[in-house]
């Protein structure tokens, strides 16, 4: 099939280089020509495992194509995907700017180029009732021309992009009629030979499917949170508390990691959007709310944490951060908790000196010159009074201890991903902090 993705950024383009390595023939349109400039030579503009190899290897077939210009993309497509970003505006609400921008492009298209069967498919994530406003306001702009609508939420997670995408736990998608269902069942049916299922349904239960997908995920992140922060209040540890808890197959051990709290470009966007859904229907959303509470309650305790180590005043003091990314395996900093930490720490008169094993560029560009951020983690270590630890690398599950002390002017640890035991960092002379731990190391410096 001939496809297009509007937006190239971590869902259209992983989409249009797995949809191209199952053979179909994919153009990618982005506003962003340095984005296409650098994909044109095979250059991934964002980090994401396994990406970049098949991107090459897709131009190189000649099935994988990246452009500018509208009329290219969308002249021959069968299948359009609108993949743009649907940010947070000021109240909330999921904004639809970009949206609504390509669904005016792909109107004009399809005036100029009638009478080629399409199919318009919205893929970013979408308030309930967006995908038919998208149709709608075609139809207006470019009346009498024929196309199919569908709504195709995506489920990919990044660092693990490229196998989600290949192997879905299920592929949803709404549509209209029967025959832009079997469309979708021709185009995923290379994906879903491990036998798990395509949801056929109605295009507002579908758009519904992920907002409620991606609010329940963020409600287990806050929801342990809580436990942990009751287990310090209480002297339990929240290590032992998952694993009692988890062993109960109806509450199962994913998601279920206390620590900052969740951050990125979906949950903490998709969460607000919720409720922002929710206020404009009249209907309660407090669940959400608490979860997005929660959420933002717990980097504000970690850092208040932090203060209250050096006496509540950071003035002068130097902190080291290691990681910087929302979450390992992405260079992707929107809303990292790391962000929010820096920002807070530099506000507070701290200097701070940042290691991430590859989100220094997109970290650079959101924090400026505040933060120093270097190539190497025991580099970022050197002469500072405490580390911070905010994303759970695997570069920093078993690092030289020895080392990371003798960088450190003294050796004091924060650690947001409780990435290490209490009992042994204690042995080793460090002062470490963790999340959800009080009772791990009676009469310890661990807390
Ligand atoms: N990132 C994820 O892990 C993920 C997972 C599932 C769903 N989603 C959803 O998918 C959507 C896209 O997310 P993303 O993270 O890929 O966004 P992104 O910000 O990384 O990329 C969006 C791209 O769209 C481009 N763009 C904007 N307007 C355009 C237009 N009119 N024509 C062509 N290109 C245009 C931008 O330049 C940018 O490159 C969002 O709704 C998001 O909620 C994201």
Same mark, same amino acid.
């Given at each position: 099939?001939?496809?297009?993705?509007?937006?190239?950024?971590?869902? =259209?383009?992983?989409?249009? /280089?797995?949809?191209?390595? @199952?053979?179909?023939?994919? *153009?990618? +349109?982005? %506003?962003?020509? $340095?984005?296409?400039?650098?994909?044109?030579?095979?250059?991934?503009?964002?980090?994401?495992?396994?990406?970049?190899?098949?991107?090459?290897?897709?131009?190189?077939?000649?099935?994988?194509?990246?452009?500018?210009?509208?009329?290219?993309?969308?002249?021959?497509?069968?299948?359009?995907?609108?993949?743009?970003?649907?940010?947070?505006?000021?109240?909330?609400?999921?904004?639809?700017?970009?949206?609504?921008?390509?669904?005016?492009?792909?109107?004009?298209?399809?005036?100029?180029?009638? =009478?080629?069967?399409?199919? /318009?498919?919205?893929?970013? @994530?979408?308030?309930?009732? *967006?995908? +038919?406003? %998208?149709?709608? $306001?075609?139809?207006?702009?470019?009346?009498?021309?024929?196309?199919?609508?569908?709504?195709?939420?995506?489920?990919?997670?990044?660092?693990?992009?490229?196998?989600?995408?290949?192997?879905?736990?299920?592929?949803?998608?709404?549509?209209?009629?029967?025959?832009?269902?079997?469309?979708?069942?021709?185009?995923?049916?290379?994906?879903?030979?491990?036998?798990?299922?395509?949801?056929?349904?109605?295009?507002?239960?579908?758009?519904?499917?992920?907002?409620?997908?991606?609010?329940?995920?963020?409600?287990?992140?806050?929801?342990?949170?809580?436990?942990?922060?009751?287990?310090?209040?209480?002297?339990?540890?929240?290590?032992?508390?998952?694993?009692?808890?988890?062993?109960?197959?109806?509450?199962?051990?994913?998601?279920?990691?206390?620590?900052?709290?969740?951050?990125?470009?979906?949950?903490?966007?998709?969460?607000?959007?919720?409720?922002?859904?929710?206020?404009?229907?009249?209907?309660?959303?407090?669940?959400?709310?608490?979860?997005?509470?929660?959420?933002?309650?717990?980097?504000?305790?970690?850092?208040?944490?932090?203060?209250?180590?050096?006496?509540?005043?950071?003035?002068?003091?130097?902190?080291?951060?290691?990681?910087?990314?929302?979450?390992?395996?992405?260079?992707?900093?929107?809303?990292?908790?790391?962000?929010?930490?820096?920002?807070?720490?530099?506000?507070?008169?701290?200097?701070?000196?940042?290691?991430?094993?590859?989100?220094?560029?997109?970290?650079?560009?959101?924090?400026?010159?505040?933060?120093?951020?270097?190539?190497?983690?025991?580099?970022?270590?050197?002469?500072?009074?405490?580390?911070?630890?905010?994303?759970?690398?695997?570069?920093?599950?078993?690092?030289?201890?020895?080392?990371?002390?003798?960088?450190?002017?003294?050796?004091?640890?924060?650690?947001?991903?409780?990435?290490?035991?209490?009992?042994?960092?204690?042995?080793?002379?460090?002062?470490?902090?963790?999340?959800?731990?009080?009772?791990?190391?009676?009469?310890?410096?661990?807390?």
């Amino acid at each position: 099939m001939r496809l297009t993705m509007v937006g190239t950024g971590y869902v =259209g383009l992983v989409t249009g /280089v797995c949809f191209a390595g @199952t053979g179909n023939d994919v *153009t990618c +349109l982005d %506003v962003d020509a $340095r984005k296409i400039d650098a994909l044109r030579q095979g250059r991934c503009p964002i980090y994401e495992p396994g990406l970049e190899e098949l991107l090459e290897r897709n131009i190189k077939n000649g099935r994988l194509r990246f452009t500018t210009d509208a009329t290219e993309a969308y002249k021959d497509a069968e299948l359009i995907f609108i993949c743009v970003g649907t940010p947070s505006d000021d109240a909330g609400h999921a904004d639809l700017k970009y949206v609504l921008a390509a669904a005016d492009d792909i109107a004009a298209a399809l005036k100029r180029f009638p =009478g080629k069967p399409r199919t /318009v498919v919205v893929k970013s @994530t979408v308030p309930v009732g *967006t995908t +038919l406003k %998208v149709r709608d $306001r075609i139809r207006a702009a470019a009346p009498g021309t024929k196309f199919g609508i569908a709504n195709n939420p995506e489920f990919l997670k990044e660092g693990d992009a490229i196998t989600d995408f290949n192997k879905p736990d299920r592929v949803v998608v709404g549509v209209e009629d029967e025959e832009t269902g079997a469309l979708f069942r021709r185009l995923y049916d290379p994906f879903v030979r491990n036998g798990h299922p395509i949801f056929l349904m109605d295009i507002l239960s579908s758009e519904m499917v992920k907002y409620a997908s991606n609010n329940f995920l963020a409600t287990k992140i806050s929801f342990i949170n809580e436990m942990a922060n009751l287990c310090e209040a209480y002297g339990a540890d929240i290590g032992k508390v998952r694993e009692g808890m988890c062993a109960d197959k109806r509450i199962g051990s994913q998601f279920l990691y206390p620590g900052l709290g969740y951050g990125g470009s979906c949950f903490p966007k998709d969460t607000l959007a919720c409720i922002a859904m929710g206020q404009s229907a009249g209907v309660p959303v407090s669940v959400s709310q608490a979860v997005h509470d929660t959420n933002q309650h717990q980097r504000d305790r970690f850092f208040a944490r932090i203060e209250s180590h050096f006496g509540g005043n950071l003035k002068g003091k130097s902190l080291a951060f290691w990681g910087l990314a929302f979450k390992p395996r992405t260079d992707d900093v929107r809303e990292a908790p790391a962000l929010t930490l820096i920002r807070k720490a530099l506000a507070a008169g701290a200097t701070v000196r940042a290691f991430d094993p590859v989100a220094s560029e997109t970290a650079r560009a959101e924090l400026g010159n505040g933060p120093t951020i270097v190539s190497e983690m025991y580099e970022a270590a050197k002469g500072a009074d405490a580390l911070v630890i905010c994303t759970d690398w695997d570069d920093f599950k078993s690092p030289d201890f020895d080392r990371l002390a003798a960088a450190l002017k003294s050796p004091v640890v924060f650690d947001g991903r409780n990435l290490y035991r209490p009992d042994e960092l204690v042995r080793r002379g460090f002062t470490y902090y963790s999340v959800g731990r009080a009772g791990a190391a009676p009469g310890s410096r661990a807390r």
